[in-house]
């Protein structure tokens, strides 16, 4: 299947994601497309989605909202997989409340939608996110599982595999 993979990054954690989520699905056989969502002007011939993007203030990023919107008709008549990265320094980098993004996921309807954990470097942040973040008692450090993301990534292409 042709797949089209947009993540929307702000300092590089959820592009690096969704690069293993390409990563193990081009070794399942699928021919993967990886973009930026605000870079994609048409989706006409692909299969399926993998939409991705960081999340700030509980919200997916502009960009990967605009997207959603842009191409909505299309995201409804194919499969979609959502991935949202952030939320570091919870415990064990779960997120409290999953519907904080909801308004966005629930207009494409995914077939399935997880959260990873981020990476928190403050240094790489501007003086406003690094204090959001210490607001909210992030830890710095780097808190990706990417042994989770390649699971998460096997089962999008065993769900492609029984279409």
């Known amino acids: 299947m042709k797949i089209l993979l947009t993540s929307s990054s702000r300092h590089g954690s959820t592009d690096e994601v969704g ?6 699905l081009r070794a399942a056989g699928h021919d993967v497309d990886q973009a930026h969502p605000e ?3 048409d989706v006409a011939g692909y299969d399926a989605f993998v939409l991705g993007s960081a999340v700030y203030m509980t919200r997916w990023t502009p960009e990967a909202v605009d997207f959603t919107e842009r191409f909505h008709e299309e995201l409804q008549s194919h499969p979609v997989w959502a991935f949202s990265v952030g939320l570091s320094g919870l415990p064990k ?15 494409i309807d995914p077939e399935d939608h997880v959260t990873f954990a981020g990476r928190f470097n403050p240094s790489a942040l ?14 710095e450090g780097d808190f ?8 998460w990534s096997r089962s999008i292409a065993e769900a492609l595999a029984a279409h």
């Not at 959001?132 to 830890?139: E, K, L, N």
């Open 39 to 41: 870079d994609v002007t």
């Open 144 to 151: 990706r599982d990417l042994d989770a993301v390649r699971e």
């Open 19 to 24: 690069a293993v989520i390409a990563q193990e």
């Open 126 to 139: 501007t003086l406003r996110e690094r204090s959001i973040a210490r607001m909210g008692g992030a830890s």
């Open 93 to 107: 980098g779960k997120i409290s409340d999953p519907h904080r993004i909801g308004p966005v996921l629930l207009s």
